[in-house]
């Protein structure tokens, strides 16, 4: 009886120990999934700050050539 006592203490053990990883996993995957969710939220941001400076941008003549001309960027050049 003393070895199934023995093996039953060690199993539970074991299990503790999964439970104790497990529960680490889950705080990380959390974390980065909140990490995740701010940098995504700054990208978009980012992005929108993006377009308005293009916008802001797009509005200076230069000189090319002795021709004035709108700068254009390539994302404008697509959508045309």
């Known amino acids: 009886m003393g070895q199934v006592s023995s093996s039953i203490e060690s199993i539970a053990a074991v299990a503790e120990e999964q439970s104790a990883a497990t529960e680490q996993v889950s705080a990380s995957a959390e974390e980065m999934s909140a990490q995740v969710e701010e940098m995504s939220a700054q990208a978009q941001e ?11 941008a797009a509005r200076f003549k230069l000189a090319d050539s002795a021709v004035n001309r709108v700068v254009e960027f390539p994302e404008q050049r697509r959508a045309a």
């Open 46 to 56: 980012l992005a929108a700050t993006a377009a308005v400076l293009r916008n802001l």
